[in-house]
């Protein structure tokens, strides 16, 4: 076995986060492919874990730690938002056109609402907000997308007023908000379709006077820009979402909220006490969310109660393990694939969705052994087509981003500032790769 590596040196010391980020996008990868094969270990599995729940939660944990250390390292919001939108909008660009184009010609399913209205969608879309705007979306998993957003909105805000630090007061205050307002949330704002168009243009425009006016570099306009968003994030978070999921989107900030914490106690900013307990009133709430849906469904038993604590338990209990393990190289094979998890995760459906007809024929035909080269070659696809984006679109959006923010920084100045007073600069080595 290869020596541990030195947690404080080298591009590799984050590479344990890569390895987290394989983990949960086989979980989402696995919850999605056994509807058509597997389904026997699907019934069996089902009883005892949300597979793909506890990939999501993962994800978010680990966006939550490295997020706010990437704008830190930046010590600039604009150049923040212009790394951050050209890593994720032109994949997801790309997939969101290639779907439409797909559902257009009755190759995949689409909501019929969204050929009724082609321009919301596409502004909805624009945004990475659709699922707080009432607009459905092109594809399911596009969904974890409008929250990583509404975190970005948010932790710039806090930013901008210097209130970006240790992340325990507004993960426990958000846990608690969203146990207490979840009767309210549903009847402050939630969009019918019929103002989704109004609602949806309004948040469109506001997002492009709130981005500008970060851009600016002007300190006072970089301030109520960053508020501009992060009222925008806050109000959607608490009103856009439908009522069986009211609790939903206050928890999942909570969430990224409990990585933030962990990261700064990690950096000795913070105890690790306090962290703890942060994960401990978050790990709460998030059971009595799971819970409480769980009962307005009737479904509040012994074997779904037990299940919500172990798909919790996965999930914190894979991070953990993760940072225990942290001074050890990743695997090739599974660092590799958590490189290439933001392709697989926007990919894997749209070619299950392709391929269901056929997948579907042979679950139903085929014993379970005879499935497994089926999966193993679905598997090989979708990798060598997440390879296939991730050189020719991901990467040519990351290095516009990186001379995008150098032409503005050349053109308006810099608008980068200290992180705070008596707060450490993280170490610039590594964390390039804990952002992408």
Known sequence: MPAPTNDAAGPDR???LDGLRAVAVLLVLYAHLSRVLFRGARAVSAEWLHAGTAGVMLFFLVSGYIIPASLERHGSLRTFWVSRLCRLLPLYLVV??????LGAGGLLPLDPALAADPLTAAVAHATLLPQLLGVPLLTPVLWTLTFEMAFYLLVGAMFA?????SGTVPAVVLAVAAVGTAPLAPRLLAPTPAAARELTLVVAAALVLGLGAVASGRRPAVVAGA???GGIA???LIAGQEPAHAWDGLLIIAVMLV????HRADQGRIGWWQAGLTAAVVAAALLVNWWAELASLGALTPRYVTRSVVTLAVFGGAFALGRLTRRWPAPPGLARLGLLSYSVYLVHYVLIELLRPWLTGLGERWPALAEAPVAAAYLAVVVGVSGLTYRFVELPGQRLGRRAARW?????????????????QPPKRGLRAMAR
């Open 14 to 16: 984050m590479a344990w």
């Open 96 to 101: 969101a056109a290639l779907v439409a184009a």
């Open 161 to 165: 007023v210097r209130r970006h630090g």
């Open 227 to 229: 508020l501009l968003l």
């Open 234 to 236: 806050g109000t959607l």
């Open 259 to 262: 990585g933030t914490a962990l």
């Open 408 to 424: 503005m920084t050349a053109r308006w100045g810099s608008d980068a500032r200290p992180v705070g007073p008596g707060t450490p």
